[in-house]
C-alpha cells in the first residue's frame, strides 16, 4: 500500500508531524503514473513514508505519512493522540445509542474542541437521514484565518482510530511533547468582545504561558509568553494592577450614581429575561442598608414591565442626563458635566445667586412645596361606606366616564405601589399603580377577599374576616349561567362597597382608566366560575347606565390567573348580548390597552366573518345578493365604524365595477375555521335572564 497514491477535487486531510494526512477520494482515482507525475511536478518536496487506503460506503480516505507541511487538516502528534482518546469516547456514544432511521434533518449529537498551538479542532457527530458521520474540522489564525475539514461516516471510524493509532505508535517517537502532562488550554472572553486563550507548553528553554488575543473580525493573533519562573511576579504585579483600577471604578461608579435622577435614561437589565434595555428612570430611593435602588420604565415596551431595579443591574456609563426644554432629549452625562464646568467656571464668586447647585436647590424646592400641596390620591378612597361625603370625593360627576388621558403622567401613580396581592388561590403580581391605602402599600403581600373584595393586611385578618363574611357570590343578580359559568349584574350605587373594591383590584391591572370614587353611575357585570366554594371572580366590564356615545364597556379585565382560556372573548361577546336585548349598538370606551386592543379585533373579524358565511349560505347559489354596513351593524351590534375598521384591516372590503365588494379568501375561511375549534365555551343567549332598563326615567 505503501506506493499507492490518489487524487481528489477536494482534498481534506490531517497531519500527523512528522506528517499523517487524510485525504477524501473525488469521483476519480489517478493511475500510479499519474501519481508519479504529480509528485515530480511538486519539486519533490513531498517525501512518503507511509500510506494506507480505507474504504467507507461510497468514500474513500487516505492516510498518508508524509514529511511536507502541504496538508490542508494537520495534527501534532500530541494533538493525534488527543484525537484518538475523543475518538473512543464518540464510538462508545454511537454504540449506546441507536440511530433514527426516520431523522429527516441534520442533528448535532455531540461536540468536543481540541486546542494546540495556534490551531483549534472541531469534532461534531451529527446525524442525518443517510446515517451519523464525525466531521473534523480544523481553523489556523495564521498566516491568515483558514477552515478545513473532513466528513467520517459512523461505520468506519473505529477503521480511522485504529489507523492513527498505529501511524502514532510507528512514528511518534521523538516527537510526542509533554504538553499533556501541563494545564489544558483556558478560554477568556470578555464583554467587549475580546479573546483570550491562555496556553501552558514548554520547549528546550523550559515551561511557559502563552497569552494569546484573536481579533473575530480578522483573525489576527497576538501574544506574549511569560517563563514560569516569572509567573508568580507577574501575579503580584497583575494585583496591584486590579486592586488600584478597582478602587478608581468604584469612585467613578459611587459618582455617577449620585447624578441619576428622574428623566435621565441609562442601560438596565431586566429581572425576568436578564437582557439589557435602554430604560428611563422614574424614581430614585436609597434602601435601609444604604444601596441605591432604580425605578424604570424600559423604552418601547408596555408599563407593566416597570420594576425597581438594583445598582448592579444598572451600566452607569450608558447615562444620558434629559435636556430642559426638550421633552425626550437626552445628553450624555459626560458632556453634562463639562457644560456645568464650564458654566460654573464663566461665573465670578460675587454671581452666586446664579450657581447650578443655588438653581437645583431653587427648582426642588418648589418640587417639593408642589408635591406637598397636592392631594394624595391615595386618601381619595376608603373602605368605610359610613364616611361622611366631601366636595372633592363624592361630587357628582357630569361626564360619568371612567377614562381619563393624561393621569399617567403624574410621577407618583407611574410607580406600582403594590408588591403581591392573594386573591384567593392565587398570588398575583400587579401591573399598575392603585390607590390603596398607603400603609398597605408598604407590605408584603395585601390580602383580598375573593367573594366581598375587601382588602386586609394579614393572612390572619382574612381568616378571621371570612368567618364573618357570609357571601359566597358577588352581590347582586344572578343573569346568566350555563354549566360552571355566571354573570352577576352589580349596581354601583345599590352595592358601593363592593363596586369600589373591585374598581381598586381593577386599578392594578389597567392603566388608562381613573379610579373614581362615585361608582353610583355605573353597572358592573362580573364573571365567575363556581365549584363547591362558591363562585370566585373570573373577570369583569362596567358600563354607564346613561352613556351619551352609547359605550357598551367602560372597562374590562381578565384576573392574570385566568387570562388565555378565551374569558376575554366570552366577557366582549356578552356585552354585545346585553346591546342586542336592548337593540342597541355599542363600542368599548376608548382608548383601549394593547390587550383590549387584541381582544375586541379578533372579536369582531369572527363575530363579521360568522355573519357573512351564515348570510353567504342563506342565499341561493348563483344569486348576487346586497349587504350594507349597516345590516352587519344591526345583526352584530357592533358599531358601524368598528366594523368598517374591521373591513380595511382584513382587507375584505374591494372596490370592483364602480361598487364595493367583500371578499373572503380561503385563508380567511381556513383561520376563521381553526379559530371556531378553539372557541371552548361561547354565550348562549337562551341561558341570559335580563331585561334593560330605561335609565333616563330614574333618579341616579
Known amino acids: 500500500m505503501d506506493d499507492i497514491c490518489h487524487?481528489?477535487?477536494?482534498?481534506?486531510?490531517?497531519?500527523l508531524?512528522?506528517?499523517?494526512k487524510v485525504w477524501l477520494e473525488g469521483n476519480r482515482r489517478m493511475s500510479d503514473s499519474e501519481h508519479k507525475n504529480n509528485k515530480n511536478n511538486k519539486g519533490g518536496n513531498e517525501d512518503e513514508i507511509a500510506s494506507k487506503l480505507i474504504s467507507i460506503a461510497y468514500k474513500r480516505f487516505y492516510v498518508d505519512m508524509g514529511a511536507n507541511h502541504k496538508s490542508r487538516v494537520v495534527l501534532s502528534m500530541s494533538a493525534a493522540s488527543a484525537l484518538v482518546d475523543k475518538l473512543e469516547g464518540y464510538l462508545t456514544f454511537h454504540d449506546s445509542t441507536p440511530e433514527d432511521p426516520k431523522r429527516e434533518e441534520t442533528a448535532d449529537l455531540m461536540s468536543d474542541v481540541l486546542n494546540f498551538e495556534s490551531r483549534r479542532?472541531?469534532?461534531?457527530?451529527?446525524?442525518?437521514?443517510r446515517g451519523?458521520?464525525?466531521?473534523?474540522?480544523?481553523?489556523?489564525?495564521?498566516?491568515?484565518?483558514?477552515?478545513?475539514?473532513?466528513?467520517?461516516?459512523?461505520?468506519?471510524?473505529?477503521?480511522?482510530?485504529?489507523?492513527?493509532?498505529?501511524?502514532?505508535?510507528?512514528?511518534?517517537?521523538?516527537?510526542?511533547?509533554?504538553?499533556?502532562?501541563?494545564?489544558?488550554s483556558?478560554?477568556?472572553?470578555?464583554?467587549?468582545?475580546?479573546?483570550?486563550?491562555?496556553?501552558?507548553?514548554?520547549?528546550?528553554?523550559?515551561?511557559?504561558?502563552?497569552?494569546?488575543?484573536?481579533?473575530?473580525?480578522?483573525?489576527?493573533?497576538?501574544?506574549?509568553?511569560i517563563p514560569s519562573s516569572s509567573l508568580s511576579e507577574f501575579r503580584k504585579v497583575l494585583n496591584e494592577v486590579i486592586e488600584k483600577l478597582s478602587v478608581e471604578k468604584t469612585d467613578d461608579k459611587v459618582t455617577a450614581l449620585d447624578q441619576?435622577?428622574?428623566?435621565?435614561?441609562?442601560?438596565?437589565?431586566?429581572t425576568t429575561t436578564r437582557q439589557w434595555h435602554d430604560a428611563e428612570v422614574i424614581s430614585v430611593r436609597v434602601n435601609p442598608e444604604g444601596t441605591y435602588a432604580f425605578y424604570v420604565h424600559y423604552l418601547e415596551c408596555n408599563r407593566r414591565l416597570d420594576e425597581w431595579v438594583a445598582v448592579e443591574d444598572v451600566d452607569v456609563q450608558t447615562l444620558r442626563m434629559p435636556v430642559k426644554g426638550q421633552k425626550g432629549a437626552v445628553v450624555p452625562a459626560r458632556l453634562q458635566k463639562c457644560e456645568d464646568a464650564i458654566s460654573t467656571r464663566e461665573e465670578s464668586p460675587a454671581s452666586s445667586t446664579g450657581s447650578p447647585d443655588r438653581e437645583l436647590s431653587k427648582k426642588m424646592g418648589a418640587i417639593a412645596r408642589k408635591r406637598k400641596a397636592t392631594i394624595d390620591p391615595m386618601e381619595n378612597l376608603k373602605s368605610d361606606e359610613s364616611m361622611p361625603p366631601t366636595a372633592e370625593t363624592s361630587a357628582p360627576r357630569t361626564s360619568g366616564s371612567m377614562c381619563k388621558v393624561g393621569h399617567s403622567e403624574d410621577a407618583l401613580t407611574r410607580i406600582r405601589n403594590i408588591e403581591l396581592i392573594e386573591l384567593g388561590r392565587h398570588r398575583i403580581q400587579p401591573w399598575y399603580f392603585s390607590p390603596y391605602p398607603q400603609q398597605l402599600t408598604k407590605l408584603p403581600v395585601i390580602y383580598i377577599c375573593e367573594f366581598c373584595l375587601k382588602y386586609l393586611k394579614s393572612a390572619t385578618c382574612l381568616k378571621r374576616h371570612m368567618t364573618k363574611c357570609h357571601l359566597k357570590h358577588p352581590p347582586g343578580n344572578e343573569i346568566y349561567r350555563k354549566d360552571n359559568i355566571s354573570f352577576f349584574e352589580i349596581d354601583g350605587r345599590k352595592n358601593k362597597s363592593y363596586a369600589q373594591n373591585l374598581c381598586l383590584l381593577a386599578k392594578l391591572f389597567l392603566d388608562h382608566k381613573t379610579l373614581y370614587y362615585d361608582t353610583d353611575p355605573f353597572l358592573f357585570y362580573v364573571m365567575t366560575e363556581r365549584d363547591d366554594r362558591g363562585f370566585h371572580i373570573v373577570g369583569f366590564f362596567s358600563k354607564e347606565k346613561e352613556s351619551a356615545e352609547e359605550y357598551n364597556v367602560a372597562c374590562i379585565l381578565v384576573l392574570p390567573s385566568y387570562q388565555k382560556r378565551g374569558y376575554?372573548?366570552?366577557?366582549?361577546?356578552?356585552?354585545?348580548?346585553?346591546s342586542k336585548k336592548e337593540n342597541k349598538t355599542g363600542s368599548p370606551e376608548k382608548p383601549l390597552s394593547d390587550l383590549g386592543l387584541l381582544s375586541y379585533r379578533s372579536f369582531w373579524a369572527s363575530a363579521i366573518i360568522e355573519q357573512l358565511m351564515h348570510l353567504k349560505a342563506s342565499f341561493p347559489s348563483g344569486d348576487e345578493n346586497a349587504i350594507s354596513i349597516a345590516q352587519l351593524s344591526a345583526s352584530t351590534s357592533i358599531r358601524k365604524e368598528d366594523i368598517t375598521s374591521t373591513l380595511q384591516q382584513l382587507n375584505l372590503s374591494k372596490y370592483y365595477k364602480g361598487q364595493y365588494v367583500i371578499v373572503i379568501s380561503d385563508?380567511?375561511?381556513?383561520?376563521?375555521?381553526?379559530?371556531?375549534?378553539?372557541?371552548?365555551?361561547?354565550?348562549?343567549?337562551?341561558?341570559?335572564?335580563?331585561?334593560?332598563?330605561?335609565?333616563?326615567?330614574r333618579k341616579v
Not at 480511522?160 to 504538553?179: L, R, T
Not at 375561511?669 to 348562549?684: A, G, L, N, T
Open 7 to 15: 487524487q481528489r477535487r477536494k482534498a481534506k486531510a490531517f497531519r
Open 17 to 20: 508531524v512528522t506528517i499523517l
Open 121 to 129: 479542532y472541531y469534532l461534531d457527530l451529527k446525524e442525518n437521514s
Open 132 to 184: 451519523r458521520f464525525l466531521r473534523l474540522a480544523q481553523t489556523s489564525p495564521l498566516p491568515r484565518p483558514t477552515r478545513s475539514q473532513v466528513a467520517i461516516p459512523i461505520v468506519g471510524l473505529k477503521e480511522v482510530k485504529e489507523c492513527i493509532a498505529d501511524f502514532i505508535s510507528k512514528f511518534g517517537e521523538g516527537f510526542m511533547d509533554s504538553q499533556n502532562d501541563l494545564m489544558d
Open 186 to 225: 483556558m478560554t477568556l472572553k470578555t464583554e467587549l468582545g475580546k479573546t483570550f486563550y491562555f496556553d501552558a507548553n514548554h520547549n528546550d528553554r523550559g515551561s511557559f504561558l502563552r497569552v494569546s488575543e484573536v481579533k473575530a473580525s480578522s483573525g489576527f493573533r497576538t501574544s506574549i509568553t
Open 260 to 270: 441619576i435622577h428622574e428623566g435621565c435614561r441609562i442601560m438596565a437589565r431586566m
Open 568 to 578: 376575554g372573548r366570552l366577557l366582549i361577546e356578552f356585552s354585545y348580548e346585553l
Open 667 to 697: 385563508d380567511l375561511k381556513e383561520m376563521y375555521e381553526k379559530s371556531c375549534k378553539k372557541m371552548r365555551i361561547r354565550i348562549d343567549p337562551s341561558k341570559l335572564k335580563w331585561t334593560g332598563k330605561d335609565w333616563s326615567r
